[in-house]
Antibody, heavy 117, light 107 residues
Framework: EVQLVESGGGLVQPGGSLRLSCAAS????????LSWVRQAPGKGLEWVSG????????YYADSVKGRFTISRDNSRNTLYLQMSSLRAEDTAVYHC??????????WGQGTLVTVSS | DIQMTQSPSSLSAYVGDRVTITCRAS??????LGWFQQQTGKAPKRFIY???TLESGVPSRFSGSASGTEFTLTISSLQPEDFATYYC?????????FGQGTKLEIK
């Protein structure tokens, strides 16, 4: 069974930094691209960033480009999101997402990031 | 970037009604589109893959279709457990983009 477990969220001041982690199990981690998707309180879903299985290719939403960095450690089956220059509008629940082929899709439960002074 | 325009943003309907939700892509995305259901307080779950393929366990009252850049999610006969928020997602090219969501409420 696929499991994705996020951690690292919390309260951070505007301009601060935070690193999220996503521990994965139940599938061949290095074989699959992964994404981060966020949801601000009471709002819709926003795709934030994606990374190829090897980690060689990374992609970002315009709203976070230059501030967030996605990476992965395939030896530890862990996905990361390094967030810097955080803004109030980055406040959201951040989900780690495996978007595979039919019947192979999974979301973590999410970790809450609150940017506030 | 590809924009996904989802409509309506909200919809009130009765149990047993047939409802349709639409996503329109700003450019061609082949059939690289998924539909998600999100119940309040829970993570989203993909119901439809590749525009029209139902995930295992999804009731057959759900269906998806595509015509050019217009994608449709149809629920043929609403059940109480279907009242939730629905999103489309295009994964044809980065950055991936979600539709704005459709909140389906009981009338």
């Amino acid at each position: 069974e696929v499991q994705l477990v996020e951690s690292g969220g919390g309260l951070v001041q505007p301009g601060g930094s935070l690193r999220l982690s996503c521990a994965a199990s139940g599938f061949r981690f290095s074989g699959y691209a992964l994404s981060w998707v966020r949801q601000a309180p009471g709002k819709g879903l926003e795709w934030v960033s994606g990374i190829s299985g090897s980690g060689d290719s990374t992609y970002y939403a315009d709203s976070v480009k230059g501030r967030f960095t996605i990476s992965r450690d395939n030896s530890r089956n862990t996905l990361y999101l390094q967030m810097s220059s955080l803004r109030a509008e980055d406040t959201a629940v951040y989900h780690c997402v495996l978007y595979g082929r039919i019947n192979f899709e999974s979301w973590g439960q999410g970790t809450l990031v609150t940017v506030s002074s | 970037d590809i924009q996904m325009t989802q409509s309506p943003s909200s919809l009130s309907a009765y149990v047993g009604d047939r409802v349709t939700i639409t996503c329109r892509a700003s450019q061609g995305i082949r059939n690289d589109l998924g539909w998600f259901q999100q119940q309040t307080g829970k993570a989203p779950k993909r119901f439809i893959y590749a525009a029209s393929t139902l995930e295992s366990g999804v009731p057959s009252r759900f269906s998806g279709s595509a015509s050019g850049t217009e994608f449709t999610l149809t629920i043929s006969s609403l059940q109480p457990e279907d009242f939730a928020t629905y999103y489309c997602l295009q994964h044809n090219s980065y950055p991936w983009t979600f539709g704005q969501g459709t909140k389906l409420e009981i009338k």
